[in-house]
Every structure is written in C-alpha cells, then in structure tokens.
C-alpha cells in the first residue's frame, strides 16, 4: 500500500472531502494529514476552486520541486482545465478532475504507486553510488530515466555535453530494464565506425563475405539480442551509414553481410550525442526518420553548470574514491569556493580529472587544503576566471550551501537597496528613484526587513 499525505485548500466541503479521502484508502492509499506525514511521501491537495493562493501552496509545499504533489479538483471550479498548465508551472506534479474520471480513486492511486515506486529505486543503491546528485535538474531528469528504464521497453536517446554521464546513464537504463533472463549491455562507439566495416559491425557477416573474412562474426545487433545495445555519439554517424542503420532500428530485423536470412533482436536500444540533432535533421546532416525512431524517449542531462549545489558531493565521492578512504573529506574553505567558481567545460569528468589529481597529493585523513590542489589549478590570488558576473559567482555559492530562489531573491532585494541608500547618501526619495520604485515601496520593503542569507549583514 502507497502512502502519501493529504491537505484541503479553499472551501471544501468537509463531508465531499472526507468521502473522498475514504476512497482513497479502499483503493489502497494509506492517507495522513501532512503535518503526520513523512517528507518524501508525495501529497494531495484537493481543492473546489483555482486561485492564486493555490498556486502559492503548491510552491511552499515542493519547496525546491523535488516533492511530488498531485491536484484534485472539484465543484464549481472542475471545468477549468486550462487552468492545469498554470498549476504544473507553480509545483504540481499532475492534476485529476475527480467529478470526470470514471474511477477517480484508482486513478490517483495509481499514479502514487507509480511515484512512490519511482522514487524508492531513485534512492536505491545502485543510482546513489553510481549517479551522484541531489540537484533539483538533476533529480528531475533521473526520474524520467528510471521511469523510462523499470516501466517501458521505448528506445532512449540520452543527450548532453561531454562528460555529462550519458553511457552511465545508459547502464542505468540496461541494470533497471526488469526483463527476465536479460542478457548483455553491449557498447558500440559510433566515432569509431568506418564506412567499409560498417556493416560488419552493425549486422555482423558470413565467412567469405569480404577479403579477410575468414570467418563468421557476430555484430552489435546480434550481440545485444536480449540485452541492452548502447550505440554512442550516434550523431556522429555518416548519412551513408544512417541508411544501413534505419531497417535494423525500425524492423529489429538485419542481414549479416554476405548472408541471405534475415535475423531477428530483441535488443532495447539506447543512444547517446552530445549534438543537437533537430538542427542537424534541419541541416540535412541526420535523417529525419531515423531520429524520430531513435528517440522515442529523449533524456537531455544538465551540465555541471545548472547543477553547483553537487559539485562539492561530487569533488568529495571521487577523492574518497581515488584515496581509497573510509569516510568522504571536509573541504577546507578556501578550496571550497575555488570549485564553486571554476568553470567545467569537461563538465563531471573534468572534475573528476581535478579530484584524481588532488587525491594524489592528500595525505592523512584531514581535510582537503589548498596544498592538495595542483599548482595549475590554483588562482595565485586572483579569482578564478568563470567567464561569469560577480552575481552569477555570489548566487551559485548560495545555491551550494542550500539557499532556495525566494531566500536568494530576498537577499538580492536587500542589498540592492543597501546599495542604492548609500549612493543616495541615505535620502530615501533618490533612492527610490534609482530603484524604480515609489517612495512608499521602498518604506515597506525596508519596514519588512528581509532576513539575509548565511554569511551576509541584515538590512
């Protein structure tokens, strides 16, 4: 039995509301108020009206959009379903209208089977030891892909830029994949093909096919059938090759070169580029038909950039890793905002390159000092050069030591009228001025005293 917590908004009506609940439990949701309830339990709100107040509840109660919430609404207010797209924007995850389904309960219970399973094979073993992250972009796309992987047999194409994690997402996929006697994850560089042995590569080939052959040799699709085949960079495949590729994709049927019987695979095919493909389908350079059956599901993964919050986890696990400790290292402050400001164009790779070379040079079961970073790595006194605004630098720190948007936002408004009163020498008017705001705004904004972020001096 899924368990999940529950909350009224607006003007229910108590008696529809608790009949509702009551056929939540008989089709096997364990329901508790949400004061009761346990954190990473997904909720519902059920709610007769659609207002603004709505849309602030289901922003304080996803917090950072990691919390699953599912709207249920009736009454008067059930037929404004456009509606639905304003409230997936605001938090929620999905939104029923109890009065048009035909089994309302069975319904929403489904869907906190599905999320509760989801998110208990998110915090399973092998994607915390092997995925490592708790960014909301990061969290978000995972669930997708376990989704995809546990509940579908869809193909994915996995796309994102170097040392994104796309062939251990791949793997994800293939460890996830619940088929009985699943056989092997098969891998195939598609960089490394060339057009003469393409073929051969793909779909196998008969003894005596080519000059060479002495032998009979299975391909990538032969290998796969079964298991799982992971053709990577499959963007950077030449037309001429997309064609021979297209049948085998579409039909999970290929001849092997040489050969007159055509074979089945029951392989699930995964892919991975770091190109964008709808531009080189518009360009000419993919094939169109060939995209849209490779991704059936596209699972774009973020840059280290748009997840900062997993950058001192991610620097952490790999020098744990490559110093072969017990436990995970502090990170002395000073290295601490010297990896939050660096770029990564290498995205995790390349910091995991930056952790392997500083575990080298740690000793001890101390923290990670600045001693332990490579000489080249080292700003000599100068801030690291990101390419970004002292802002961007301010707000990615915050970001990584758990500040959320509306903290970050309030500090903002904080300082910038900090700023602004001591240019206007303390004279409130000018001051509003150079804010675009009215003398009375700025009175109440100061008056509310919004509270500063770690590290900083009130307002």
């Known amino acids: 039995m899924a368990a999940a917590w529950y909350q009224y908004f607006g003007r229910s009506n108590a008696a529809v509301a608790a009949t509702r609940v009551e056929a939540l439990r008989h089709a096997g949701v364990e329901l508790s108020q949400r004061r009761a309830a346990t954190p990473s339990a997904p909720g519902i709100v059920f709610c007769d009206e659609v207002t603004a107040g709505l849309g602030e509840l289901l922003h304080d109660l996803t917090g950072d959009g990691d919390a699953r919430v599912l709207v249920v609404i009736g009454g008067p207010d059930a037929a404004q379903t456009d509606a639905a797209w304003t409230l997936l924007d605001q938090g929620a995850s999905d939104l029923i209208v109890w009065d048009r389904a035909a089994d309302a309960a069975a319904e929403i219970a489904a869907r906190i089977d599905r999320w509760t399973e989801v998110d208990c094979l998110l915090d399973s073993p092998v994607i915390r030891s092997n995925l490592i992250g708790s960014a909301r972009a990061w969290r978000s796309i995972l669930r997708q892909v376990v989704e995809v992987a546990r509940f579908t047999d869809a193909s994915v194409m996995v796309v994102g830029e170097t040392g994104t994690g796309k062939e251990l997402v791949a793997r994800l996929i293939h460890a996830l994949d619940p088929r009985p006697q699943k056989r092997e994850l098969v891998v195939l560089d598609c960089t490394t093909v060339t057009p003469e042995l393409a073929g ?233 001025r150079k804010l675009g705001v009215t003398d009375r705004a700025l009175q109440m904004r100061r008056a509310a005293g919004p509270r500063a972020l770690p590290g900083q001096r009130s307002a």
């Open 200 to 432: 051969s590569e793909f779909f196998g080939h008969e003894r005596g096919a080519f000059t060479g052959a002495a032998g009979p040799r299975d391909g990538a699709f032969a290998l796969a059938d079964g298991g799982t085949l992971f053709l990577d960079e499959i963007g950077d495949l030449p037309l001429r090759l997309q064609a021979q590729l297209l049948r085998a994709v579409q039909e999970r049927t290929y001849k092997p070169v040489g050969g007159n019987t055509w074979r089945a695979t029951r392989c699930r095919l995964v892919c991975a580029t770091h190109r964008h493909l709808p531009d080189d389908v518009a360009a000419g350079t993919f094939r169109a038909d060939l995209y849209y059956r490779l991704g059936a599901i596209v699972c774009p993964l973020p840059p280290l950039r748009d997840r900062p919050e997993d950058i001192l986890t991610l620097f952490r696990h790999f020098v744990g890793r490559f110093s072969e400790r017990d436990d995970l290292p502090e990170i002395a402050e000073p290295v601490r905002q010297l990896l939050l400001q660096r770029a990564y164009p290498g995205n995790i790779r390349e910091l995991q390159q930056l952790a392997r070379r500083t575990a080298c040079r740690h000793v001890g079961n101390g923290p990670i000092t600045v001693g332990d970073i490579p000489d080249d790595e080292r700003p000599h006194g100068q801030p690291a050069d990101t390419g970004e605004s002292s802002l961007e630098r301010a707000i990615r720190r915050e970001l990584a030591s758990g500040a959320g948007l509306k903290a970050i936002s309030r500090a903002a408004t904080a300082a910038a009228i900090r700023v602004a009163l001591d240019e206007a020498n303390g004279n409130l008017r000018l001051a509003a």
